[in-house]
């Protein structure tokens, strides 16, 4: 975990999560697909369905698609910079795209987009055997601690 990230240990049962993940970038994106399930796993989320779509540009859509079925979404991908402005559009399609379905839908999205410079960064984050970082489960457990504060708010 990194400095300063917080320690969310959350009670998830009964949750309808989906997760919502790319394909490119294989070993990135199990390794982030492992994390999720394990956060989700840890907080006691036993509903989980898993949606591949081709990239990071597609996740906003499938996430649309599918918000108002489940209680949390948690969107996985890595964009990779490379040589043209490509990176900076998907990166930016991506996190507006996601953070309107959720406001929109009132549905937590845990975001777990990685944006890195090269293939390390993203392997540094993705929750592999050592790896820095577990992005995937982050991204995981803050979609339901969401859904949980959100549902004390409505009870009090």
């Not at 956060?39 to 081709?54: C, I, K, Q, S």
């Amino acid at each position: 975990m990194k400095h300063g990230a917080p320690t969310l240990t959350t009670d998830g049962s009964g949750l309808r999560v989906a997760v919502v993940a790319a394909s490119w970038h294989e070993q990135v994106m199990e390794g982030l697909l492992d994390g999720a399930r394990r956060g989700l796993a840890d907080a006691g989320v036993t509903e989980v369905d898993v949606v591949r779509v081709p990239g990071t540009f597609e996740l906003p859509v499938a996430c649309a698609s599918l918000a108002s079925r489940y209680d949390a979404l948690v969107a996985l991908g890595v964009v990779i910079r490379g040589g043209t402005p490509h990176f900076d559009y998907v990166c930016q399609a991506a996190a507006v795209g996601i953070t309107e379905v959720s406001v929109r839908a009132a549905t937590p999205v845990g975001f777990g987009v990685l944006t890195c410079d090269d293939e390390a960064q993203a392997i540094d984050r993705a929750g592999l055997p050592g790896s820095a970082e577990d992005k995937g489960h982050e991204a995981a457990t803050a979609a339901v601690a969401t859904v949980v504060a959100l549902r004390g708010l409505a009870t009090s």
